[in-house]
């Protein structure tokens, strides 16, 4: 209620990805002390213990935080205290680009949803590696993914290179690893969700990880394959049987939209990708299809905001659960919510 009608009101009035780049800086603050590290605990509420086995790995709970949040590593340990119990960051690219230019984030307050046109700004992937070895090498209790991107320029038949590139370094400290092939804002990246892309692609990088299991002398990463809303039912089947074919471990469904359907806000003509609340009956809809047609694990990412919006794509058939715009709009008691009130569901 404070967040909603004192803090979030406040917060709108400033560009949004100024609103980010401060909420950074608090975060990290905040999980380098004890006095903030005790704050953001006692924003999360109690957690309920709600473990989740897949893949190999012990998922503390099915609600993790999207990739785009934390794309440098700055405070995936901030995001952890505030009730994540997975995180994955990124999407890191090979090289540090700038991404587009600003504004690039938009909100749409009237139809709870943000247009981002980000264009996976971040500092590369070498810059990065510090901070993942940091937490890999300290206690923790979230799950640690980091998401996959290639450079900019890179053109579309030399992808693959770059997202071996980004795995290979992160491969000692990464859980797992998901292969973003889906945001709208880096030219053509969608298309590599086609036929003869995708199999050179995921084979590539299914073969890749049998290597590096054994060079690092490290457990198989699980490869997960994160797809956009956007996507006829014939090109998913077709994503399906070579995700499939290549030994893919799971599929993160959706990423943002491009579509503009039922939108009020004005800002709803911005170029980019749409999240939050317009997309969530959509991104459960492919869940569901996945579901039905594969027997490939699920996090379920798209439009959740509460314990309905959660519950719907764990019944789609989502075995993980992700966000991000929800917590713009809801603040950051949200995932502590979500999860009680699951919590108490699933007990009763
Ligand atoms: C500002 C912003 C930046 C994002 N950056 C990334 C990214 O770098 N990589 C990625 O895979 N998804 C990215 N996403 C997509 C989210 O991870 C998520 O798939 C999408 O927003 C739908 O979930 P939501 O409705 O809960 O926000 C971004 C989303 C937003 C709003």
């Known amino acids: 209620v404070i967040y909603k009608r004192l803090i979030r009101p406040f917060l709108l009035r400033f560009d949004a990805e100024k609103i980010h780049d401060h909420t950074l800086v608090a975060l990290s603050w905040a999980q380098r002390n004890a006095t903030g590290r005790a704050g953001l605990r006692l924003l999360a509420g109690p957690l309920p213990h709600q473990p989740r086995q897949l893949w190999g790995l012990n998922f503390p709970n099915v609600l993790g935080m999207a990739a785009g949040f934390d794309k440098d590593v700055r405070i995936a340990t901030g995001l952890g205290l505030l009730g994540f119990g997975h995180i994955e960051v990124g999407t890191l690219t090979p090289r540090p680009q700038p991404g587009n230019p600003r504004p690039r984030i938009f909100r749409l307050p009237t139809d709870k949803a943000l247009i981002n046109r980000m264009g996976f700004p971040n500092g590369g992937v070498e810059a990065a590696l510090p901070y993942l070895r940091q937490i890999a090498q300290s206690p923790h209790d979230f799950v640690l993914g980091v998401s996959l991107g290639k450079q900019k320029e890179t053109p579309l ?22 292969v973003n092939i889906s945001s709208p804002n880096t030219p053509g990246l969608r298309e590599l969700q086609g036929g003869d892309y995708l199999r050179h692609l995921l084979t590539t990088l299914t073969a890749e990880n049998e290597r590096l299991a054994d060079q690092y002398r490290v457990l198989k990463r699980p490869l997960l394959v994160k797809i956009a809303p956007d996507l006829t039912w014939d090109e998913l089947d077709e994503i399906l049987e070579n995700a499939e074919a290549a030994g893919v471990d799971g599929m993160i469904a959706t990423n943002t939209t491009l579509d503009r359907a039922n939108l009020t806000d004005p800002h709803q003509q911005e170029t980019g990708g749409l999240s939050g609340q317009p997309l969530r009956q959509r ?12 027997d490939l ?12 919006s959660a519950r719907e794509k764990l019944a ?8 991000y715009t929800g917590l713009i709009y809801q603040g950051p008691r949200l995932p502590g919510r979500v999860l009680r009130q699951l919590a108490a569901e699933f007990t009763n």
């Open 157 to 178: 038949a030399n992808a693959a290179a770059d997202y071996v590139t980004v795995m290979t370094a992160v491969y000692p400290y990464a859980d797992y690893l998901a």
């Open 283 to 294: 991104s459960t809809a492919v869940i569901a299809h996945i579901a039905r047609h594969t």
């Open 297 to 308: 694990p699920i996090i379920g990412v798209g439009g959740i905001h509460d314990a309905a």
């Open 316 to 323: 789609a058939g989502a075995s993980l659960l992700q966000l």
